[in-house]
């Protein structure tokens, strides 16, 4: 079995930075590439970031020059640096990430998301 756990969500004022991390446990033998979506009520999720097995990220429109992704294989994590953040980026944030199990197979699984509030 894998799980992916979100943590690092909470209220944050205008203007401030948050950290989010995404945990993969479980069977994982690799791990490919890690994304972050976020969701706004009776909204579809929107792709925020992504980094692939070689490091290379890549941005939505509404996180060039504010947000970070990263990973760390050693302890099968990503990260995701936001700063400036604006009321308008509050939402569910999950973490999907590509991840070979232990008997090779490749699936691609979801956290159960975690809640970023920006309000003064």
């Known amino acids: 079995q894998v799980q992916l756990v979100e943590s690092g969500g909470g209220l944050v004022q205008p203007g401030g930075s948050l950290r989010l991390s995404c945990t993969a446990s479980?069977?994982?033998?690799?791990?490919?590439?890690w994304t972050w979506f976020r969701q706004l009520p009776g909204e579809e999720r929107d792709l925020v970031a992504s980094?692939?097995?070689?490091?290379?990220?890549a941005y939505g429109d509404s996180a060039v020059g504010r947000f970070t992704i990263s990973r760390d294989n050693a302890k099968n994590q990503a990260y995701l640096q936001m700063s400036s953040l604006e009321p308008e980026d509050t939402a569910v944030y999950y973490c999907?990430?590509?991840?070979?199990?232990?008997?090779?197979?490749?699936?691609?699984?979801w956290g159960k998301g975690t809640l970023v509030t920006v309000s003064s």
């Open positions: 999907n990430a590509d991840i070979q199990d232990y008997s090779s197979r490749f699936a691609y699984y």
């Open positions: 980094i692939n097995s070689g490091g290379i990220a």
């Open positions: 479980g069977t994982v033998s690799a791990v490919n590439t």
